[in-house]
Nanobody, 119 residues
Framework: QVQLVESGGGLVQAGGSLRLSCVAS????????MGWYRQAPGKQRELVAT???????NYADSVKGRFTISRDNAKNTVYLQMNSLKPEDTAVYYC?????????????WGQGTQVTVSS
């Protein structure tokens, strides 16, 4: 099995920064895409940013210029640097990864980490 464990969430004032990390562990041959999603109370889960194994990135319009996704393939880790945080960024942040096991790929999710931005 594969586990994704997020860390780095917390409470921060508007304008502050946080860095989220997500480590994948378990039985896997390789990891393709990795990403961060978030879900605010009463809202659907939404994409924040994704990154391919080659380093190509994609961001939601709402976070462009403020958030940066990166990954360390040797450590099976994806990061999300969040700057200039706004109260509307408050949500539970989840990481996911497409893990190759044998000839198939499976998508795994972490348990989520709370980010709260106070005004």
């Amino acid at each position: 099995q594969v586990q994704l464990v997020e860390s780095g969430g917390g409470l921060v004032q508007a304008g502050g920064s946080l860095r989220l990390s997500c480590v994948a562990s378990g039985t896997m041959f390789s990891i393709n895409g990795m990403g961060w999603y978030r879900q605010a109370p009463g809202k659907q889960r939404e994409l924040v940013a994704t990154i391919t194994s080659g380093g190509s990135t994609n961001y939601a319009d709402s976070v462009k210029g403020r958030f940066t996704i990166s990954r360390d393939n040797a450590k099976n880790t994806v990061y999300l640097q969040m700057n200039s945080l706004k109260p509307e960024d408050t949500a539970v942040y989840y990481c996911n990864a497409e893990v190759v096991q044998g000839i198939l790929g499976y998508v795994y999710w972490g348990q989520g980490t709370q980010v709260t931005v106070s005004s």
